[in-house]
């Protein structure tokens, strides 16, 4: 139950980090949760004692003095009843600290590749340049993480950020993850994919030189609308292993079955100016609490590894490393016969 089983090779070594900021939690968690089942039992025990008593009292002996009314003999059994389904109610799932030990536990695991960058003033330029290119609407975000660091020789940035809806939406904020990595050649062409076809739209007829295209794969090009102002940039751009990894963020990142939001989340890339950047805008219902059950802080430590592996394979594929494995495949043993089974 403590422990962190590594399925893909992002979390390869990540079962020491697990062990040393999550587990101590889990255990007194559990410890906790066994002294309150303890009690329950003690206290239904005492109370279905109290409630036979009560009975015999009533059917053996004529006269049970403050027990030989019915109100009575009913109130006793009530607040007998009322204490068990109390004491049982405190054994629903409470919301525990995990959340924090979980992020604390990935960055140790990424410690050599990100760091968190103070420097929330580059961060907002960012979310603003986006809301400018008309990636982002126009709302008032807030960062919630800014991560800062060098894969090879690329510097790469992860932003977190969130924003509140107005009312009338069916979700009450939306949540943003964004991903930005330096191209390996400056071009001065502009490349836009988006999940969202509509958002491109009055991109194209505010700029008449984008002009569609469509990537020769059938499911990412049903996923996505790209658009371009050279096609030579965007054939450059859209290679066959980069199209592996956005269907992998697209599964892992933006589906309603991974993200457990009820809702999909949009995908919005943009390359131009030396700079690729990825935006997954995720929207939150006020109904939706991070459970913080044990079993959930190993989903959210996965799908946290998933965000913080993203970039440095956006950045394997971008620059040519064919020979380096992606980075959300599946961990093989020589002597498993038994096919992997990725996150």
């Given at each position: ?27 007194r ?43 009575n ?28 030990a979980?992020?604390?536990?990935v ?26 290119d ?21 510097r ?37 994919a ?14 008449p ?19 371009t102002s ?35 989340a ?25 459970d ?27 620059h ?24």
């Amino acid at each position: 139950m403590l422990s962190f089983v590594e399925k893909t090779l992002a979390e390869q070594g990540f079962a020491a980090c697990w062990d040393l900021q999550v587990a101590p939690l889990i255990e007194r968690y559990a410890a906790k949760r066994r002294r309150r089942i303890l009690c329950a039992s003690l206290i239904t025990g005492i109370a279905a004692g109290l409630a036979i008593v009560v009975l015999a009292l009533h059917t053996q002996i004529d006269s049970a003095g403050f027990l030989d009314q019915p109100m009575n003999r009913a109130l006793v059994l009530a607040l007998a009843g009322l204490a068990v389904i109390c004491v049982w109610m405190a054994l629903l799932p409470v919301p525990a600290a995990f959340a924090e030990a979980v992020r604390r536990a990935v960055e140790l695991h990424f410690a050599n590749l990100f760091s968190a960058d103070d420097n929330t003033a580059f961060g907002e330029v960012v979310l603003q340049d986006l809301v400018t290119d008309g990636v982002l609407l126009d709302r008032e975000y807030r960062l919630t993480a800014n991560y800062a660091g060098t894969y090879g020789d690329c510097r790469v940035r992860m932003i977190e950020a969130a924003a509140g809806l107005a009312s009338g939406h069916r979700h009450n904020r939306v949540e943003l993850l964004v991903f930005r990595v330096s191209l390996p050649i400056a071009q001065s062409g502009e490349v836009y994919a988006d999940s969202r076809a509509d958002r491109l739209e009055s991109r194209m007829k505010a700029d008449p030189a984008l002009r569609p295209w469509h990537v020769r794969n059938d499911q990412l090009d049903g996923i996505f609308t790209i658009v371009t102002s050279e096609l030579d940039m965007a054939e450059g751009l859209f290679t066959d292993s980069l199209v592996e990894t956005m269907l992998r963020i697209q599964e892992h990142l933006a589906s309603p079955l991974a993200t457990r939001r009820g809702a999909p989340a949009r995908i919005a890339m943009q390359a131009s100016a030396g700079s690729l950047v990825m935006v997954i805008e995720m929207p939150v219902s006020a109904r939706h609490e991070a459970d913080l059950s044990p079993t959930a802080a190993r989903a959210s430590a996965r799908e946290m590894i998933v965000r913080f592996a993203t970039l440095p394979a956006l950045v394997d594929d971008l620059h040519g490393r064919a020979d380096t494995p992606p980075a959300f495949a599946p961990l093989s043993s020589d002597d498993d016969t038994q096919p992997a089974v990725a996150i």
